[in-house]
């Protein structure tokens, strides 16, 4: 219960911090305005400070993730994240004016719905020693996400769709970002260790590696908040990838582990839920490309 409920609250932050970012990045096009001498767009003015705490959150929320890697199963606490797509998208919806359709509450509610499943299914099972972690499998797996993620991202970019762009970059995001959590819980408790910080050099290897992975997912969501992708487009594929991908981790990485009932229904539901919330999207694109 403390995995989850460290899981629910990081969600919440986060998906808050994240929207205030997208809100306040192009405050700084006025910079940019005034040194190129055109100073005629002023819209933006003074949005620049939500834009930095929004980064100033995402950043000490590692603290979360820190104190759930010693609590329980990493797949259980990144599995809540889907709940924080409800205050995201009252956010995205009244402060930044986002549209919202009633397809969009339906998608959401879904997802909330299989964070619920999740939830169930770290009730009724063991916690993951996670000191059983196959350091060469974990290693195969960050090398191919470290190779195929630019070909996805610039994929996404050269599509010309916002929409393409925002599922590209927000899916790859959300992968590089659900490595966080896993790789600080493997550094944590590398060879055994009951502390919350590593007590073996190549634990904390790894746990600096989090770190790594953290502000990359970081700033591959800037680059793409900079070419305009809307957040309500972007932050429920990133959604969709933190909850998901770790478990199909867990899979590779970890000796004889295979996600339960209710993790597989929760996978199944979450899934259900985004391809709801972007159905319309899905559809509009499938024209345009025809």
Same mark, same amino acid.
């Given at each position: ?22 809100? #306040? ?28 705490? #929004?980064? +100033? ?10 104190? $759930? #890697? ?75 996400? $470290?190779?195929?993620?630019?070909? +996805? ?22 992968? +590089?970002?659900?490595?966080?959590? +896993? *790789?600080?819980?493997? #550094? ?35 680059? $793409? ?9 972007? *932050? ?17 990485? *970890? ?36």
């Amino acid at each position: 219960m403390i995995v989850l409920c460290l899981g629910i609250i990081y969600s919440c932050i986060i998906h808050i911090a994240r929207s205030m970012q997208r809100f #306040g990045i192009h405050s700084f096009d006025n910079i940019r305005d005034r040194i190129s001498g055109n100073s005629s767009r002023n819209e933006n003015q003074g949005k620049h400070f939500i834009y930095l705490l #929004g980064l +100033i959150i995402t950043n000490l929320c590692f603290i979360f993730v820190i104190l $759930a #890697g010693k609590f329980g199963s990493t797949s259980f606490f990144t599995a809540m994240y889907g709940v924080g797509m409800l205050p995201m998208l009252l956010f995205t919806r009244y402060v930044m004016k986002e549209k919202a359709t009633l397809q969009n509450w339906l998608g959401v509610l879904i997802i909330i719905i299989g964070c619920f499943f999740m939830g169930i299914a770290a009730q009724n099972t063991d916690s993951i020693n996670m000191s059983l972690v196959n350091l060469r499998f974990l290693v195969l797996v960050l090398i191919v996400i $470290a190779g195929i993620s630019h070909f +996805i991202i610039k994929w996404g970019k050269k599509s010309g769709h916002m929409f393409k762009d925002a599922m590209a970059a927000g899916f790859t995001a959300g992968v +590089i970002a659900c490595l966080d959590p +896993i *790789l600080k819980s493997t #550094g944590q408790n590398f060879s055994n260790n009951d502390s919350l910080l590593p007590a073996h050099p190549i634990g904390w290897l790894f746990f600096l590696l989090s770190f790594v992975a953290s502000t990359s997912s970081l700033l591959i969501s800037q680059y $793409a908040y900079s070419r305009r992708v809307y957040a309500s487009q972007f *932050l429920p594929h990133y959604s969709v990838a933190y909850v998901t991908m770790p478990v199909f981790i867990q899979m590779i990485i *970890l000796p004889d582990y295979l996600p339960g009932k209710f993790e597989i229904i929760g996978i199944i539901t979450i899934i259900t839920g985004i391809i709801i919330f972007s159905e319309k999207e899905f559809r509009l694109l499938h024209k345009k490309l025809k």
